[in-house]
């Protein structure tokens, strides 16, 4: 289930910085942030978007330039939460998470 602070992020896509640090995996899994996820894949300059509401909708932009790209979510898992995080989802858009 994403943070209350998690969900008010992505509905305003405004950075949050996640409660565990990338090296606890004690204390890994939790809410994945969309803009984080595009931040730390192609730079501060990108944003996330969606293109519908369907789980698989999410994108990155560049503010800057408009290209766009795909987020891969495992990769931000394993950043974020340590080495054995995976990307799941309970259904739809708003429901991602990291094991
Ligand atoms: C984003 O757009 C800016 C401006 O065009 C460009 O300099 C930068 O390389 C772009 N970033 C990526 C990761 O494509």
Redesign the pocket.
Known sequence: MLATSAILALAGLVPVLLAAPADDVVARGGGINMVDACHQQ??N?WAAARSGSGKYDWYCV?S??G?TGGIDLNAYCMRTYGGGSQAGNNGGLWDWYCT
């Open positions: 192609y730079g300059t560049n800057t330039n290209n």
